[in-house]
C-alpha cells in the first residue's frame, strides 16, 4: 500500500473515479458520504417512549422510576420530558428532578404560579460516560409542599450532528475521505472512519415500551393464575431486519420480588398474538432486582402492505404461586440491536 500525504489528496474527487454503476448525481463525492454517515451516527434514539403515567408524588415523598435500555452508545447527554400538574392549585408545591436517582444533578421547577394547571418540564442529564451496555436508567421525583400529579414521562438521547475525534468517539477526518486513497485501518482516517460510522449506525436500539412504577407501588399478585397488568394488550411492532423476515427479536426485562421467600416463585409473562409468542420468567429473589434480559420474537415491519401494519397485541401478566405474593416495579421492552 502506497501511502498518500495528508496534503496532497483530492479535496474534490472528479466523478470518474465514483464507483462504476453506483447512483451519481452532480457533485456526489465520499465527503458527502462522510457527512451523511458522521450525521447519522449521531442521532439520538427514542429509549422511553412517552408514558401516561398519572400517578402521585405526596409533599416531602421521594418516588423512583427505573427502566431496563441498550443505548446506541454515542449519547453524551438524554433528555427527560415530564408533564407536572399541582394537585392542588392553592398550595405552593414544587418538585425537584434527579436522574441518575440519588446521584444525579437535581433541578427544581416550581409550580406555584397561578392559574398554570398543568406544567411541561424539561431534565437534562448529562451522562458521565457514552456506553451501549444494557443497563438501567432511574429518575427520582420529590415534591415539595403540597402533592404532585406526574401525567406523563418519556427519555431520548440528545442528538449530535457532529462527532469529536477522540479514543471513542471516531469522526472523520473529511480532508482524507477521497476514491483512491488508500484505506488505512486507523481511525479518522480515510474510509476507516466512514466504516465505523457505519458500524454504528443500528440506530435502532430503541425502548419499545415500559411499565414503571415507584416500589413502593409495584403490582403485586398472590394468586397462581395470571392476571394482565393493563385491561387492554399494547400494540407492538418493530423493524424489520431481514426483508423476507415476518418476526424479529426484542429483549425484555422486569424489576420484581417475592414478598416473603420460600414456595415456587411467582411469574412474570409476556404473550403476543399475531406472533403467537409466550416467554415466562421465574421470580425467587425477594429483594427487587432485574431478572436477566430475555429475548422474544414479535411482529416487525410489513412490506406487503401499505401502511406497514402487522397489529401484534402483547400482553403482560403477573401472577404468585398461591400463597406468596409477586411484585413487580417495572418492565421494559426494547430492540436490542438491529445490525
Same mark, same amino acid.
Given at each position: 500500500?502506497t501511502?498518500?500525504?495528508?496534503?496532497?489528496?483530492?479535496?474534490?474527487?472528479?466523478?470518474?473515479?465514483?464507483?462504476?454503476?453506483?447512483?451519481?448525481?452532480?457533485?456526489?463525492?465520499?465527503?458527502?458520504?462522510? %457527512?451523511?454517515?458522521?450525521?447519522?451516527?449521531?442521532?439520538?434514539? @427514542? $429509549? /422511553?417512549?412517552?408514558?401516561?403515567?398519572?400517578?402521585?408524588?405526596?409533599?416531602?415523598?421521594?418516588?423512583?422510576?427505573?427502566?431496563?435500555?441498550?443505548?446506541?452508545?454515542?449519547?453524551?447527554?438524554?433528555?427527560?420530558?415530564?408533564?407536572?400538574? =399541582?394537585?392542588?392549585?392553592?398550595?405552593? !408545591?414544587?418538585?425537584?428532578?434527579?436522574?441518575?436517582a440519588i446521584?444525579?444533578?437535581?433541578?427544581?421547577?416550581?409550580?406555584?404560579?397561578?392559574?398554570?394547571?398543568?406544567?411541561?418540564?424539561?431534565?437534562?442529564?448529562?451522562?458521565?460516560?457514552?456506553?451501549?451496555?444494557?443497563?438501567?436508567?432511574?429518575?427520582?421525583?420529590?415534591?415539595?409542599?403540597?402533592? !404532585?400529579?406526574?401525567?406523563?414521562?418519556? @427519555?431520548?438521547?440528545e442528538?449530535?450532528?457532529?462527532?469529536?475525534?477522540?479514543?471513542?468517539?471516531?469522526?472523520?477526518? /473529511?480532508?482524507?475521505?477521497?476514491?483512491?486513497?488508500?484505506?488505512? %485501518?486507523?481511525?479518522?482516517?480515510?474510509?476507516?472512519?466512514?466504516?465505523? *460510522?457505519?458500524?454504528?449506525?443500528?440506530?435502532?436500539?430503541?425502548?419499545?415500551?415500559?411499565? *414503571?412504577? %415507584?416500589?413502593?407501588e *409495584?403490582?403485586?399478585?398472590?394468586?397462581?393464575?395470571?392476571? &394482565?397488568?393493563?385491561?387492554? =394488550?399494547?400494540?407492538i411492532?418493530?423493524?424489520? $431486519?431481514?426483508?423476507? &423476515?415476518?418476526?424479529?427479536?426484542?429483549?425484555?426485562? @422486569?424489576? +420484581?420480588?417475592?414478598?416473603?421467600?420460600?414456595?415456587?416463585?411467582?411469574?412474570?409473562k409476556? &404473550?403476543?398474538?399475531?406472533?403467537?409468542?409466550?416467554d415466562? +420468567?421465574?421470580?425467587?429473589?425477594?429483594?427487587?432486582?432485574?431478572?436477566?434480559?430475555?429475548?422474544?420474537?414479535?411482529? @416487525?415491519?410489513?412490506?406487503? !402492505?401499505?401502511?406497514g401494519?402487522?397489529d401484534?397485541?402483547?400482553?403482560?401478566?403477573? +401472577?404468585g404461586?398461591?400463597?406468596?405474593?409477586?411484585?413487580?416495579?417495572?418492565?421494559?421492552?426494547?430492540?436490542?440491536?438491529?445490525?
Amino acid at each position: 500500500m502506497t501511502y498518500i500525504p495528508r496534503n496532497l489528496l483530492r479535496t474534490k474527487p472528479s466523478y470518474t473515479l465514483v464507483t462504476p454503476g453506483a447512483p451519481v448525481r452532480a457533485a456526489g463525492t465520499w465527503r458527502e458520504v462522510a %457527512d451523511g454517515v458522521q450525521w447519522i451516527a449521531g442521532k439520538g434514539a @427514542c $429509549l /422511553v417512549p412517552w408514558m401516561n403515567t398519572s400517578f402521585q408524588v405526596a409533599a416531602s415523598v421521594t418516588k423512583t422510576l427505573r427502566f431496563r435500555v441498550r443505548p446506541r452508545g454515542k449519547a453524551i447527554r438524554r433528555v427527560w420530558g415530564l408533564m407536572l400538574q =399541582p394537585n392542588t392549585l392553592s398550595v405552593d !408545591t414544587s418538585v425537584t428532578i434527579r436522574a441518575p436517582a440519588i446521584t444525579g444533578t437535581s433541578v427544581t421547577v416550581d409550580l406555584r404560579h397561578p392559574g398554570i394547571f398543568w406544567q411541561p418540564f424539561q431534565y437534562l442529564e448529562d451522562l458521565a460516560a457514552k456506553s451501549s451496555s444494557e443497563q438501567e436508567m432511574t429518575i427520582d421525583i420529590t415534591s415539595t409542599g403540597g402533592t !404532585t400529579n406526574v401525567l406523563g414521562l418519556h @427519555c431520548y438521547e440528545e442528538d449530535r450532528s457532529a462527532l469529536n475525534d477522540n479514543a471513542t468517539d471516531y469522526g472523520i477526518s /473529511v480532508e482524507t475521505v477521497t476514491p483512491r486513497a488508500p484505506l488505512i %485501518d486507523v481511525a479518522q482516517t480515510s474510509l476507516r472512519g466512514i466504516y465505523d *460510522a457505519f458500524s454504528n449506525m443500528d440506530a435502532r436500539r430503541v425502548g419499545i415500551l415500559h411499565i *414503571a412504577l %415507584d416500589t413502593g407501588e *409495584a403490582f403485586s399478585q398472590t394468586s397462581a393464575s395470571f392476571q &394482565a397488568l393493563t385491561n387492554l =394488550p399494547y400494540k407492538i411492532q418493530v423493524p424489520k $431486519l431481514n426483508a423476507g &423476515a415476518t418476526t424479529q427479536a426484542v429483549s425484555w426485562s @422486569c424489576y +420484581a420480588r417475592m414478598a416473603t421467600s420460600g414456595g415456587t416463585g411467582g411469574s412474570v409473562k409476556l &404473550a403476543t398474538t399475531t406472533s403467537g409468542v409466550t416467554d415466562t +420468567a421465574t421470580i425467587t429473589g425477594t429483594t427487587f432486582a432485574w431478572i436477566t434480559s430475555r429475548s422474544i420474537n414479535v411482529a @416487525c415491519d410489513n412490506f406487503a !402492505t401499505v401502511d406497514g401494519f402487522r397489529d401484534d397485541e402483547l400482553t403482560i401478566s403477573i +401472577a404468585g404461586d398461591g400463597t406468596r405474593t409477586v411484585e413487580v416495579a417495572s418492565v421494559s421492552v426494547w430492540v436490542d440491536t438491529v445490525a
